[in-house]
């Protein structure tokens, strides 16, 4: 059974770097194909890619906020890490989780997010 | 980058059948996945590569895709299928993952 789970702070003050962590058991982030991904959602809006780490540390990152995040794993703790740094109050949002592997789609291998944590909500204020 | 673009809402009556588009450049010549998201709660994969559907979703949802417009489609709509349902690909191009801008179904 795959679960994920997201922790950190609930407020972060402007211009602050925001450090979330996403605690994941029933697979391992060394099998080859697997990759953990942000999304996240502010208030009343859309989903919003952030960033995806490859089981081979790979990572790719939203193009929109590419200077601001970093994505880590420890496989060894089964956890992957976000950190985004200079949070403005437009950041406040529900920041999730997800698994992915590959699926056998007509364009070839593709991923998407079948297993996701219940998000967690980081306001941006002073 | 990217842009997938769907209706902010559609409304559908009990039994009837929702049609939710995604209209994006070319989006024919990708795989497009589907989710749907209740109030307060994480989204759940319910179509994947156009037109398949994760174990335990019922055959009630279903999609194709074409030109520069998918469809989720769910037939014989219920109450419990009022959510709001996200439409998503892999822009293989830049390597990045995009999201449509979201769909409110409201069942009258």
């Known amino acids: 059974q795959i679960t994920l789970k997201e922790s950190g702070p609930t407020v972060v003050k402007p211009t602050q770097t925001l450090t979330l962590t996403c605690t994941f058991s029933g697979f391992s982030l060394s099998t080859s194909g697997v990759a953990v991904g942000w999304i996240r959602q502010p208030p009343g809006k859309a989903l919003e890619w952030l960033a995806l780490i490859y089981w081979d540390n790979d990572r790719r990152y939203s193009p929109s906020l590419k200077s601001r995040l970093t994505i880590t794993k420890d496989t060894s703790k089964n956890q992957v890490v976000l950190t985004m740094t200079n949070m403005d109050p437009v950041d406040t949002a529900t920041y999730f989780c997800?698994?992915?592997?590959?699926?056998?789609?007509?364009?070839?291998?593709?991923?998407?997010?079948?297993?996701w944590g219940q998000g967690t909500l980081v306001t941006v204020s002073s | 980058s990217y842009v997938l673009t769907q209706p902010p809402s559609v409304s559908v009556a009990p039994g009837q059948t929702a049609r939710i588009s995604c209209g994006g450049h070319?989006?024919?010549?990708?795989?497009v996945h589907w989710y749907q998201q209740k109030p307060g709660r994480a989204p759940v994969l319910v179509v994947y590569?156009?037109?398949d559907r994760p174990s335990g979703i019922p055959e009630r949802f279903s999609g194709s895709n074409s030109g520069n417009t998918a469809t989720l489609a769910i037939s014989r709509v219920e109450a419990g299928d009022e959510a709001d349902y996200y439409c998503?690909?892999?822009?293989?191009?830049?390597?990045?993952?995009?999201f449509g801008t979201g769909t409110e179904v409201t069942v009258l």
């Open positions: 590569n156009d037109n």
């Open positions: 998503q690909v892999w822009d293989r191009s830049s390597d990045h993952y995009v």
């Open positions: 070319n989006i024919g010549i990708k795989s």
């Open positions: 997800a698994h992915s592997d590959p699926r056998d789609c007509i364009v070839g291998p593709c991923y998407v997010f079948d297993y």
